[in-house]
């Protein structure tokens, strides 16, 4: 179909009047699937438009209704969720707004999550650190403190049992689950030191990813996929001899934000395809191009 002709076809389905939009409802709960998907397929090409139309029907009394038009509106967010994430890869280039940017890709999967009450969770990891923090606040001594309370209290770890596992990856997940990748960690530990104006940045090693603490005179590394162990230069050149990959200055430089997405989005497609899962390695892809232009 070329551009114009899927533009037509958008605009006719967008001016359906109120008696095709009554017929489109009828058939939606049909026993034939194939009628089902004729509908579906329709209704999905109305657009956002369809939402305002469709909503009231998801708390119908007919479980088929409301099971058909749930899934038809999780298909519409997530493509709203899918173009707004894009235009952003476009538009920002290596120092986007990370945090922005992390929530964006978290709603491509899960369109419906609440990102307001997210940041005010991370918002409230940061102030409770803050008050046990005191002097340390300044320091590399603040390191330990926020260990405790991120990995100890609150139960943040390595997910090695499954590893390769999606989820690991949207950090919506990984706060509700406590549990992540090494990227998803150290955003979060990211995410949280700069609430607090700590001087951390993430660092991309090859097949690992670490935050890193620098002031003028003080460097330590940290580990947030084993509970945020505190490694040294010697550490991470160790690391990566014993992975077969030749030390370059490069590996423990500070790595951007849209360095950062993406290679999260490069690990997510990678795992989307591992798994078989061709349409969501699809739009990953679109990702990692869209922010490899960059």
Not at 90 to 102: Q, S
Not at 129 to 158: K, M, Q, T
Not at 177 to 200: D, E, F, H, K, Q
Request: include cysteine.
């Amino acid at each position: 179909m070329t551009p114009t002709t899927s533009s037509t076809a958008k605009a006719a389905a967008r001016a359906l009047t109120d008696s095709q939009k009554a017929a489109l409802l009828t058939l939606l709960t049909d026993e034939d699937p194939q009628v089902y998907q004729t509908v579906r397929a329709h209704i999905v090409a109305c657009g956002p438009a369809a939402r305002a139309w469709l909503q009231p029907h998801a708390l119908s009394a007919d479980p088929v209704m409301r099971r058909r038009v749930a899934d038809i509106l999780h298909h519409l967010a997530r493509q709203e969720a899918d173009n707004a994430f894009l235009s952003f890869c476009l538009r920002h280039g290596e120092d986007c707004d990370l945090e922005e940017g992390v929530w964006l890709l978290a709603r491509t999967r899960y369109p419906e999550i609440n990102v307001a009450a997210y940041r005010a969770l991370l918002d409230s990891y940061a102030e409770d650190i803050r008050e046990r923090l005191g002097a340390e606040l300044r320091s590399i001594g603040c390191l330990p403190v926020i260990n405790d309370h991120l990995f100890n209290e609150l139960g943040f770890r390595g997910n090695e049992k499954n590893y390769y596992d999606p989820d690991n990856s949207y950090l919506n997940r990984v706060l509700d689950r406590r549990t992540g990748n090494p990227i998803s960690l150290c955003t979060l530990y990211w995410l949280v030191a700069r609430r607090l104006g700590l001087p951390v940045v993430g660092v991309g090693l090859p097949r690992h990813f670490l935050c890193r603490y620098q002031t003028p005179t003080e460097t330590v590394f940290l580990d947030a996929f084993n509970r945020g162990k505190l490694l040294t230069r010697a550490d991470c050149i160790r690391f990566l001899q014993e992975i077969g990959q030749g030390f370059q200055e490069s590996h423990l430089a500070p790595t951007t934000p849209g360095r950062t997405l993406l290679r999260m989005c490069s690990n997510l497609h990678q795992i989307y395809h591992e798994l078989g899962h061709h349409d969501e390695a699809a739009t990953l892809q679109r990702y990692v191009v869209a922010l490899a232009r960059h």
